[in-house]
């Protein structure tokens, strides 16, 4: 597609409820990236993706968020038993090679749990 | 540890200032990249510009412009003679060259401008 598309764009979710964000990114593009922006804050890096393997993860917060990206295009980050401290705005972004060629981000997933 | 400080939290300015965002960066890389993105109220972070380490040239592009001095770790972006439509939020950010880790990108907390007609 013409630009990284994420779904849904807003979710509501109960605490404990589990939750899946999906990311489209560019056609061809190899390295895809999730990142965490609370209310105020900068993106806060959540993990890394080249093609189909999951080269870092260091930023997921708990054992409660999973992702994956099992073709190499798609990916989508799950969050079981949500909490209130998950909401915030899920963003993903994806590039054809990394900080050379530049990330492309998509308009986000805005969670809010209740 | 890799750290993009943004002090400026809001700036606030009538239409036609001129206004800098200031970000300060910290790395113990040689290699390594600096971006500026804007977050509109919609919330897409549209990229603005890129710069590696190797290159202190500024650049200007319209009404944006960019210091880079490596000697402050600085990395600093003008806009001249501003417009409501640059009422958003910035964001510096900083990524290393590191193996396997593609290139992660590490935000500054953002600078909020409000942009007054």
């Known amino acids: 597609g013409a630009g990284v598309s994420q779904s849904p764009r807003y979710k509501v979710a109960k605490r404990g409820q589990d939750v899946a964000l999906r990311c489209d990114p560019i056609?061809?593009?190899?390295?895809l990236f999730w990142y965490q922006q609370a209310l105020g804050q900068g993106p806060e890096f959540l993990t890394y993706?080249?093609?189909?393997?999951?080269?870092?993860k260091s930023g997921l917060p708990s054992d409660r968020f999973f992702a994956e990206r099992p073709e190499g295009s798609v990916s989508t980050l799950k969050i079981q038993r949500t909490q209130q401290e998950d909401s915030a705005v899920y963003l993903c972004a994806s590039s054809q090679g990394g900080q050379a060629y530049g990330y492309t981000f998509g308009s986000g997933t805005r969670l809010t749990v209740v | 540890a890799q750290k993009v400080t943004q002090a400026q939290t809001e700036i606030s300015v009538v239409e036609k200032e001129d206004v800098t965002l200031d970000c300060v960066y910290e790395?113990?890389?040689?290699?390594?990249?600096l971006f500026w993105y804007k977050q509109p109220p919609s919330g897409e972070l549209v990229f603005l510009i890129r710069?590696?380490?190797?290159?202190?040239q500024n650049e200007i592009s319209g009404r944006y412009s960019w210091n880079f001095q490596k000697s402050t770790s600085s990395f600093n972006f003008t806009i001249t003679a501003s417009q409501v439509v640059d009422s958003a939020v910035y964001f510096c950010a900083l990524s290393e060259t590191t193996y396997n880790q593609g290139g992660k990108l590490i935000f500054g907390q953002g600078t909020e401008l409000s942009v007054k007609p």
């Open positions: 056609s061809g593009h190899v390295s």
């Open positions: 993706f080249q093609n189909e393997a999951q080269l870092d």
């Open positions: 790395t113990r890389d040689t290699t390594y990249y």
């Open positions: 710069r590696n380490s190797f290159d202190e």
